[in-house]
């Protein structure tokens, strides 16, 4: 098993290489770091059908608000009643709860194999010689924790990282604010703090209240991984959020439960 994936990601090593190897008479040196963010931008591509899916399905439970209202009246002294017929309401509708999951799941494979390939000196028997490229002054194998001992924060390799760290930023709180705004616009609407499916299904109310800090998470994982699955991810996120405000734009406000935001999304 070890030599088949070890085969596979000389393969994958392979392709990447020549993707940049396509890029580089427009990017020059950082023509393997502009191949990773092409490489992200197919990836979504591929993974965008999920995404159109998980809006209609999102959208859809959104309908669903007034008929739960009416469940959590009939079903007001008994929870698991109330609980078991959301349930049931989402199965006759086809609609699933956690179905905005499913594009960040589909996600992860790429980001592991960028993973895997830049943390490894080795490839398939071989020195790694995608290990020897960079981002401007930043090897792409590097993390945060090298650039702050080559030069500290301000240093070359340290500004590679701000700029990363600045988008991120920016990102997570126009997806904060956004996120803020649905489940605000949310709440009149299903007469509680938060939808109606997030009340009724476990750990979801939870879920709801931290939702809206889930992007700035993805700055820990930009500090902490090699640069170039930190482009992967921030590349990822960037796309997440302008993709989530086109297809939830004639959404005026959003289920709030699971898929809200997207990271590595």
């Known amino acids: 098993m070890s030599g088949l994936f070890s085969a596979f990601m000389s393969l994958f090593a392979d392709l990447v290489g020549s993707i940049a190897d396509l890029l580089e008479p427009v990017f020059h040196a950082s023509a393997m770091a502009a191949a990773i963010v092409l490489f992200t931008a197919c990836v979504r591509l591929l993974v965008h059908p999920l995404s159109r899916a998980s809006a209609r399905g999102q959208k859809a439970r959104a309908k669903l608000s007034p008929q739960i209202a009416e469940l959590r009246k009939k079903h007001a002294k008994n929870p698991e009643k109330l609980q078991k017929a959301v349930l049931e309401l989402h199965r006759a509708e086809k609609v699933s709860p956690l179905s905005g999951c499913l594009p960040s799941l589909f996600q992860l ?3 592991f194999l960028l993973y895997h390939l830049f943390s490894n000196s080795s490839i398939g028997g071989e ?3 995608l290990l020897g490229h960079k981002l401007f002054e930043a090897p792409l194998g590097g993390r945060w924790a090298d650039a702050l001992a080559d030069g500290g924060v301000f240093g070359a390799h340290g500004l590679v990282y701000l700029v990363l760290f600045a ?13 803020k705004k649905q489940m605000a616009m949310a709440a009149p609407a299903t007469g509680a703090t938060g939808s109606g499916d997030a009340q009724q299904m476990p750990g979801m109310g939870a ?21 170039a699955a930190a482009l992967y991810v921030v590349t990822s996120t960037t796309w997440s959020a302008v993709e989530r405000a086109v297809l939830y734009r004639d959404m005026p406000y959003g289920a709030a439960g699971a898929g809200a935001l997207a990271t590595a999304g």
């Open 207 to 227: 879920m709801t209240k931290v939702m809206p800090f889930m992007s700035f998470m993805t700055l820990f994982t930009v500090a902490f991984v090699p640069l």
């Open 167 to 179: 988008i991120v930023a920016a990102v997570a709180t126009f997806n904060f604010r956004r996120t």
């Open 127 to 129: 020195a790694n010689a």
């Open 109 to 111: 494979p790429a980001f």
